[in-house]
Every structure is written in structure tokens, then in C-alpha cells.
């Protein structure tokens, strides 16, 4: 027990060292059964992806497949950004809109999205616009909830304060609701970021002759795990960055807040 408790309290006097350990481990478990466990037509050890990822930026198109995936992502991200917020505080912030309408977006939200993806195809086509809007619909949602979900935790007090001092609506949507929905408001943003990744690698892996996706089909099909993992990695890679991004844009919006 005394153990634990020391293993847990030094967690928590130095997490980024836990956290630099912790993938340490997962990378050296993955080396180990990598080498010794699983055929190599299967899995490639780190050391092995790492070695040869210049191979992988070397595949013809893939630059350019990347760049196509990255403006797929950028253009879809942005579209359901201002689509959810937009629905978010419509209906957040009247009663009759989200007893309406609610019911409506959680329907739609469990609605599996790949069995609509023919639709996209056949109305849209194979090319981006597709992808684009296969994307939109995979992160407005999570966008959508949070968004709401921040209005209602604002504190009605705080409305009916800024009423009754005079201030308009622009000035209560200003200096009142965004201020206090920045959190779920950032979080719904990670979430819809994610989702749209997921929509567009979808769509290009299932139907698409460019993209990340489409070269990760490929990969799989010609048993080729180290260029796999490789193009895994530098996904990863990117979405970490950009959840790292988010992080540092809401801090930065949020220092008001303080500690709490």
C-alpha cells in the first residue's frame, strides 16, 4: 500500500516525467512483442518505423496526399465550427428551440455515419467535396452538445445581472456566455476535431484514389506495416499538435478564470 501511495504521489510532483515514462514502456512493449511475437508481415517494431520513415515521406504522392488530406480536414474542421456553434447557442439559449430540437440532434448524433456515407458519394462525387462534408458531419455534433451543454451551465443570475444593467444582447453573448463556455467549448472543439479526422480518413479510405486515407488502404493491402505504422505515426503526430494547439488557444482565452 505504502508502495502505491509513493508510486502515485510521484505521478502527481512530476507528470510529464509519468507521462515521458509511461510511452517509454508502451514503446518497449511494443518492441519486444514486435520482434518476438508477431510476424513481421503483421507488425514492425518502433525502431524499425522510426529507421525507415524517410521511405515513408518517400512514397510517390504521399506529400501531396497529405496536403490534399490537411485541406480536407482544415476546410471540414472550419465548416462545423461555425455551423455547430451557430446551432449550439441557438438552441442552448432558448428553451423552445432545445425542447424542439434536441431530441432532433441526439437522433441524428446516433445515427451510425458510415452507413450514409453512398449518399455523400453518389450527391457529391469521389473527389473532396465529399470527404469535406463527410467530415462536417462527423464533428458538428460533439461541437453542438458542448456548446450547449456550457449554456445551460451558465448561471442565470449572471443574465439577469447583465439585463439589468443595460447591456444588449451582443454585450451579454460578449462579455457573459462566451467567457463561461470556453471550456466546453474547447472540449467540444478537440472532440469535433478528432471526429472530423475520422470522417475524412473514412471516406478516403473507402472510396478515394487520394489522400492519407486511400494510401493507408494501399499499405494494408500490400502487407506493408512498416510504412503503415509510419503514416499512423505522422497522423498522430499531426492531431497531437493540434489538440496541443487548442490547449494553448484556451488557456490563453481562459487566464481570467484563474484557479478555478
Not at 226 to 240: E, Q
Request: charged content about 15%.
Amino acid at each position: 500500500m505504502k508502495s502505491g501511495s509513493r508510486v502515485f504521489g510521484f505521478m502527481s510532483t512530476y507528470p510529464r516525467l509519468s507521462q515521458l515514462i509511461t510511452v517509454m514502456m508502451f514503446l518497449g512493449a511494443w518492441e519486444i512483442v514486435a520482434r518476438f511475437f508477431v510476424d513481421k508481415m503483421f507488425l514492425s517494431p518502433p525502431s524499425r518505423v522510426y529507421s525507415e520513415i524517410d521511405r515513408v515521406l518517400n512514397t510517390k504522392g504521399l506529400l501531396q496526399a497529405l496536403s490534399l488530406t490537411l485541406y480536407e480536414l482544415t476546410v471540414a474542421f472550419a465548416i462545423a465550427v461555425a455551423i455547430g456553434m451557430a446551432i449550439g447557442l441557438s438552441v442552448g439559449l432558448n428553451a423552445f428551440a432545445r425542447r424542439c430540437f434536441m431530441p432532433i440532434i441526439l437522433l441524428l448524433y446516433g445515427i451510425p455515419q458510415i452507413v450514409i456515407l453512398p449518399l455523400f458519394i453518389l450527391g457529391l462525387g469521389i473527389g473532396p467535396p465529399s470527404k469535406i462534408a463527410f467530415g462536417v458531419t462527423h464533428g458538428i455534433f460533439p461541437i453542438i452538445l458542448a456548446i450547449v451543454a456550457g449554456v445551460q451551465n451558465l448561471k442565470p443570475v449572471l443574465l439577469t445581472s447583465a439585463r439589468s444593467m443595460g447591456a444588449k444582447r451582443w454585450h451579454i453573448m460578449r462579455y457573459v456566455v462566451l467567457p463561461h463556455m470556453m471550456p466546453s467549448f474547447f472540449s467540444g472543439l478537440r472532440l469535433g476535431m478528432t471526429g472530423v479526422l475520422l470522417g475524412v480518413l473514412l471516406a478516403e479510405l473507402y472510396v478515394s484514389t487520394a489522400g492519407i486515407g486511400y494510401f493507408t488502404g494501399l499499405f494494408t493491402q500490400n502487407f506493408d506495416p512498416t510504412r503503415l505504422l509510419g503514416l499512423i505515426s505522422l497522423l498522430a503526430a499531426m492531431a497531437i499538435v493540434l489538440n496541443e494547439f487548442m490547449r494553448t488557444v484556451e488557456r490563453r482565452l481562459s487566464r481570467w478564470r484563474g484557479n478555478d
